[in-house]
Antibody, heavy 120, light 107 residues
Framework: QVQLVEFGGGVVHPGGSLRLSCAASGFTFSSYGMHWVRQAPGKGLEWVAFIWFDGSNKYYADSVKGRFSISRDNHNNTLNLQMNSLRAEDTAVYFC?????????????WGQGTLVTVSS | EIVLTQSPATLSLSPGERATLSCRASQSVNTYLVWYQQKPGQAPRLLIYDASNRATGIPARFSGSGSGTDFTLTISSLEPEDFAVYYCQQRSNWPITFGGGTKVEIK
């Protein structure tokens, strides 16, 4: 069965950097594009970024464009999110999600998330 | 970007009652509308895709309808485990966008 486990969250100062990872198992990781979605405390869901199955194309939300970078390691079945110039409003639980094989914008499976807190 | 507006924000109902949740899009998304359920401390779970198709393992009491800009998620008879927050999401265009959520709470 599909398993997605995020790690790397923690507390960081404004302007700092953090790298999140998501370990994937139970499916052919290299055949799927992958998403990051975040949820601020007590708030709704916000899509963050998407990367094609082979890493050739990447899409970002305007709120993170130029600061965050999504990448993947298909040999190690790992999805990454490099977050730079962090702001207080980036505080959230970050989920990685696997989309449907035919509909990349439909999120079929989600990890449990990792909490990022940006605070001085 | 496509804005999704969910209503009501909170729905207070008793077990056994019918729940009707609304999601309205700022422009047509055809039937490319998805519904998720999220319980406290958990990840969202896919419920309905393409406006009206139940995901694997989702009970028949959950149904979705609509097309274009107006969509509805109906829970025919609420079970205790159905009290949660429900989000709609459009997959018509980039960027993916979500509605603000409807919380279904026990009355």
């Amino acid at each position: 069965q599909v398993q997605l486990v995020e790690f790397g969250g923690g507390v960081v100062h404004p302007g700092g950097s953090l790298r999140l990872s998501c370990a994937a198992s139970g499916f052919t990781f290299s055949s799927y594009g992958m998403h990051w979605v975040r949820q601020a405390p007590g708030k709704g869901l916000e899509w963050v970024a998407f990367i094609w199955f082979d890493g050739s194309n990447k899409y970002y939300a305007d709120s993170v464009k130029g600061r965050f970078s999504i990448s993947r390691d298909n040999h190690n079945n790992t999805l990454n999110l490099q977050m730079n110039s962090l702001r207080a409003e980036d505080t959230a639980v970050y989920f990685c999600a696997q989309p449907d094989s035919n509909n990349w914008r439909q999120l079929n499976y989600w990890g449990q998330g990792t909490l990022v807190t940006v605070s001085s | 970007e496509i804005v999704l507006t969910q209503s009501p924000a909170t729905l207070s109902l008793s077990p056994g009652e019918r729940a009707t949740l609304s999601c309205r899009a700022s422009q047509s998304v055809n039937t490319y509308l998805v519904w998720y359920q999220q319980k406290p401390g958990q990840a969202p779970r896919l419920l309905i895709y393409d406006a009206s198709n139940r995901a694997t393992g989702i009970p028949a009491r959950f149904s979705g309808s609509g097309s274009g800009t107006d969509f509805t998620l109906t829970i025919s008879s609420l079970e205790p485990e159905d009290f949660a927050v429900y989000y709609c999401q459009q997959r018509s265009n980039w960027p993916i966008t979500f509605g603000g959520g409807t919380k279904v709470e026990i009355k």
